[in-house]
Structures are given as structure tokens and as C-alpha cells.
């Protein structure tokens, strides 16, 4: 018991070591759960993080789904999932059987979870996300575990917030500069397609997107026209679109910006 009690402040030390110099939040998860990897032998974790109402899964052990492919978990906020009824209460959540606890959504798809221990990411602000270990074992986490979770959930979730901190600056400096290269070409140039194409470009390099367009109305027809592109959306240039059926159309005739997560999903999408 005293040497598990060792190897654990030295893991928590360690860890926190080792992610208060990291500034990418990505590589900051991955390093968080390798590191308790080597120390426990965890046969499954995952940091998930708060978005909206729901809690995405970022980061997974193993593997990383994201480099497998694999559609990243969502869970509702107070909802669905061990996860997601911590994340709303913020207290740590100890499962050890798992078919008795009518939150338990299974995952990973793979393997056999019979106990779960989940602890919240926990800043001044509130809960950010959610720490997360299963076995395949009955009963396989005690209070030291919970314990110990907490403690290196407390870490992760301060690196976390530096880091975006970190990220939330460095995009502002590139937002800025965007500003100032396409205030110089509005002022240096009349042609209106290499304009908006310069346009398009910016915005997508600073929101790391796939592709972009701007689209301009025709009120008379009712719809509006991909004038501009970048990336990924080169088919659409010259489309035509009716503005009660697109997500432009409604941005249009609502005179404001709109955010869709789930187009397959968009009752606002023909």
C-alpha cells in the first residue's frame, strides 16, 4: 500500500511537471494520459471536454480514436453517460459494476467494461470536462483511485485552461493581422472576385477550416450565389440556392450569424 501510495504522488508529480510547459490543449491530453498509462495500466481513459451542452471526447487511451477515424463521443450534459452526469454535478463518480448504473453508455466499442471511474475537470469558472478510466474488472477503482484521479484532473484542467488561454491570444495576433492584409487590398484594389477570394482565405486559415464561401443575394429570385470560395468548396462556386432552404439563406433572412454542429440534422438545410 505505501509503495502504490509512492508511485502515485510520483506520478502526479511527474505529470504535473511535464504539462505546465505544454501550450497545444491536443498534445497536452495525450501527454496527461500516457503518462497515467505508464504509472497505472489503465485499460481504458478518455479526457473528454465540454462544448455547448454536450461533452465530446478529445482524447483516448487506447487509441487515439481520432487517428483511428472513429466518430468522437458525444454525451449530454446531465443526460446520458457516467461522464455526462459528472459533468453537471461536478463530483467525481465511482462505478463498480456497470450494469447495475442506468447512466452507463458503453464505450469504447471495443472490449468489455465492468467498472468505471469518472472524476470532473474542474477550474474557477467550473467544469470544463471530464476525466475517465474503466476496466474490464469488477470493482476495480477505490478511494485511492478516486483520489488520485482528482489530483491529476486538478492539474490537467489548469494546463488546459493556459493553454487555451495561450491559443485564445496567439488567434487573436492572427485575426488582427487578417484584419490589417485585407484592409490594405480593399484599399488597393477595385476587382471584387480577387477581393472576396482574399477573404475567404483568411477566414478559413484562421478558423482552421476545410473550405469556405461567400455567398451573395438576389433578392428578386429569392436566393443566393457562391461568388467566392477557398479549400474544399471549390464545386460549389456559381451555385444558386434557395434562401429559405440554406443555412446562408436563413443567416440572410435573420440578419445574424448562425452555427451548425449537425447538418445532416439542420431542419434549416434542403
Not at 494520459?33 to 485499460?43: H, I, K, Q, R
Not at 468548396?233 to 440572410?252: K, V
Request: glycine share 8%; hydrophobic share 45%.
Amino acid at each position: 500500500a505505501e509503495q502504490r501510495r509512492a508511485e502515485q504522488f510520483r506520478v502526479i508529480g511527474e505529470v504535473g511537471r511535464r504539462i505546465t510547459s505544454i501550450l497545444d490543449v491536443d498534445q497536452l491530453l495525450r501527454e496527461v494520459l500516457g503518462e497515467v498509462n505508464m504509472a497505472f495500466g489503465y485499460e481504458v481513459m478518455g479526457i473528454a471536454l465540454i462544448e455547448g451542452d454536450e461533452l465530446v471526447m478529445k482524447a483516448s487511451w487506447p487509441p487515439d480514436w481520432h487517428e483511428t477515424g472513429e466518430t468522437p463521443l458525444r454525451l449530454k450534459v446531465g443526460e446520458t453517460g457516467v461522464m455526462g452526469w459528472v459533468a453537471k454535478i461536478g463530483q467525481s463518480m465511482r462505478v463498480p459494476d456497470v450494469s447495475f448504473e442506468s447512466y452507463y453508455v458503453k464505450w469504447p466499442p471495443v472490449g468489455q467494461t465492468r467498472s468505471e471511474l469518472a472524476v470532473p475537470l474542474l477550474t474557477k469558472a467550473g467544469v470544463i470536462g471530464v476525466l475517465n478510466v474503466e476496466s474490464e474488472r469488477i470493482n476495480a477503482f477505490d478511494e485511492s483511485d478516486v483520489a488520485v484521479m482528482q489530483a491529476l484532473a486538478n492539474q490537467a484542467a489548469i494546463a488546459i485552461e493556459n493553454a487555451r488561454l495561450y491559443e485564445s491570444s496567439n488567434r487573436q495576433v492572427a485575426q488582427l493581422t487578417a484584419l490589417q492584409e485585407t484592409n490594405r487590398a480593399l484599399a488597393s484594389t477595385l476587382e471584387r472576385d480577387a477581393l472576396l477570394n482574399l477573404i475567404m482565405e483568411q477566414a478559413t486559415t484562421l478558423l482552421r477550416a476545410d473550405g469556405g464561401m461567400i455567398n451573395l443575394v438576389d433578392w428578386e429570385q429569392h436566393e443566393d450565389e457562391v461568388v467566392a470560395y477557398s479549400g474544399a468548396c471549390a464545386q460549389f462556386l456559381g451555385a444558386h440556392g434557395s434562401l429559405d432552404t440554406s443555412l446562408s439563406g436563413w443567416a440572410t433572412l435573420h440578419k445574424q450569424p448562425v452555427i451548425s454542429n449537425r447538418l445532416a440534422e439542420d431542419e434549416r438545410i434542403s
